[in-house]
């Protein structure tokens, strides 16, 4: 989010409020007496906050531009570097799915939830089987107990479409 903003003799409004180094107010000056300060004191005159109507002052502050722009990256590199982005693996089913491909699905969920992801179990169930609910429920209980030490059920098996269920599985705190 890299805000260029107005300095010194860019700055259209005539008069402003003016903020110094230190965050001090010293009210409301014109324009040109804010820039004669800021360049007495070796710093650039920089828009913080333009005016959004008519009868109200923009804020304006005394400050090293390129110093303000450098402080801005560094903290924008802060806040990525300690973002928490969780990413959500899937694992598609169908009901009559064998025993030991569910079990090797579910080593494979316990996996991706210990490194903290989240996982999205879906059962596909066409034609006839669709309407065997018991199937479909009998199928997600035993992924469950598989998955039951680590993950827990963050929402649980719903009808998405006419042909697909889903449920989202998190780790367990």
Known sequence: MDIKRLINNQIRDHE???IDENGKNLGKMSKRDA????????????????????????????????????????????SRKNQNVVKVKEIKVKPQIAENDLKWMAKNAIG???DGNQVKFKIKAYGRIGAKQELINETYEKFLSLVGTIGKVQSPL???????YEATI???K
């Not at 009808?159 to 697909?164: D, E, I, R």
């Open 158 to 164: 719903k009808k998405v479409t006419p042909v697909l």
């Open 170 to 172: 998190i780790k367990n």
């Open 112 to 114: 991706w939830l210990t």
């Open 16 to 18: 402003l409020n003016v």
């Open 35 to 78: 820039l004669a300060l800021a360049e007495e004191r070796g710093y650039d005159l920089v828009l913080i906050n333009p005016a959004r109507q008519s009868g109200q002052l923009s804020i304006a502050k005394i400050a090293d531009y390129g110093k303000m722009l450098y402080e801005q990256k560094v903290r924008e590199r802060q």
